[in-house]
């Protein structure tokens, strides 16, 4: 089987990724000094204007992953080893004043809860304003009519009245699509959408995601689409990618990995899916599958897969060490000792 390690998957297409992260390896300090293990040797690649869906279960590590790679990780949120390169610039090796013109520039984030992330007191004309101010030169009038392209561009019927608004004045979908413009104002090549949908019904949800379609061709927009939602992946992301307990568990194009998962940790996810992904309708008195146990909190050197302990398909091999990625169809990889060797 080929590993992964060191294997770049555009290789031989003539194609430089946008961003690539080798080998990262993120720990959170707490007061005691014991150290939490949040993310371990995450590695990826990504090519501007595609789309990569990160899933996994609530600690998992996606949330690190995306402050990670914007150096915003907290005070006790460290970065141990690994690089990551966007645009040619290794990022861990930039100074603060480098990095506060990449952020928001090059590359944006959309937080998950719309509500905490704008300013309760500014018109949402201003707050995208003052990101576009923030990041480039130009004129009060120029400032003006960008950020009223933009939000032209995220809410083409209600251009005015959303400008003049203030936060708690608009629906949740509308704030949601405020954040988007944010992110979108300073043309960046990469936006990192970190659960943008979590709080919003399922109808909002997909509107959110057409609106990020048209987006993507409109600005040829890089997109690294943060979820623990599988069905939202589907028809959307090029590329998916499953973390579990701060490590790759699965990587490839969507429709592999969403309907020919080699994973178990992947199979368990979709068998939890409600009705969706095309496995029919499922009566109002089914009962979901759920994954036995938790995740594990602290993991440094396993010695193991992560995963055993709650896996269907465990065996002896399991615990004799961790499993590498391999390839094992195109371009998809996978770590669990079933494909070893």
């Known amino acids: 089987m080929e590993k992964w390690a060191g294997k770049d998957l555009f290789q031989g297409y003539g194609m430089t990724p946008l961003l ?27 090519l501007a204007g595609e789309t990569l869906g990160v899933l996994g279960e609530s600690g998992s590590g996606k949330s690190t992953l995306a402050a990670a790679l914007l150096r915003i990780l907290p005070a006790n949120g460290i970065v141990e080893c690994g690089a990551v390169r966007f645009d040619g610039r290794e990022l861990l090796q930039c100074d603060a004043r480098e990095m506060e ?39 009060r009038a120029a400032l003006r009519e960008r950020t009223g392209r933009v939000l032209a561009a995220v809410f083409p019927t209600e251009t005015e009245r959303i400008a003049r608004s203030y ?10 699509r405020v954040l988007i413009a944010q992110a979108i104002c300073c043309e960046p090549a990469l936006i990192v959408a970190d659960e943008p949908t979590a709080s919003l019904d399922a109808e909002t949800q997909m509107e959110i995601l057409q609106l990020f379609r048209r987006l ?8 690294i689409w943060i979820t623990h939602n599988p069905a939202l992946l589907a028809g959307f992301a090029d590329r998916v990618m499953i973390l579990y307990a701060g490590r790759v568990a699965e990587v490839g194009p969507t429709a592999e990995v969403l309907f020919s998962p ?16 095309g496995k029919g309708y499922v009566g109002r008195k089914t009962k979901l599958a759920v994954i ?22 465990r065996m002896d091999a399991c615990v004799s ?3 590498e990625l391999v390839c094992v169809a195109g371009k998809q990889f996978v770590s669990c000792v079933k494909y070893a060797g």
Do not use: N, W
């Open 216 to 223: 993507r061709e409109e600005f040829k927009l890089a997109l």
């Open 262 to 277: 080699r994973h178990p940790y992947t199979q368990a996810l979709l068998r939890c899916l409600p009705p969706g992904l």
């Open 167 to 176: 936060p708690h004045e608009l629906s949740g979908g509308q704030r949601a």
């Open 292 to 313: 036995p146990g938790v995740a594990p909190v602290t993991l440094r050197d396993a010695g193991r897969c992560v995963f055993e302990a709650r896996c269907s398909d």
């Open 321 to 323: 060490g961790e499993p």
């Open 101 to 139: 013109k990449i952020r928001g520039g090059r590359m944006a984030l959309i937080f998950q809860e719309p509500s905490q992330a704008l300013h309760p007191a500014l018109r949402v004309r201003q707050q995208v304003c003052d990101v576009l101010a923030a990041h480039t030169d130009l004129s």
């Open 20 to 46: 690539e992260v080798q080998d990262l390896h993120v720990s959170y300090g707490a007061a005691s000094g014991k150290s939490g293990v949040a993310l371990a040797g995450v590695s990826l690649r990504l």
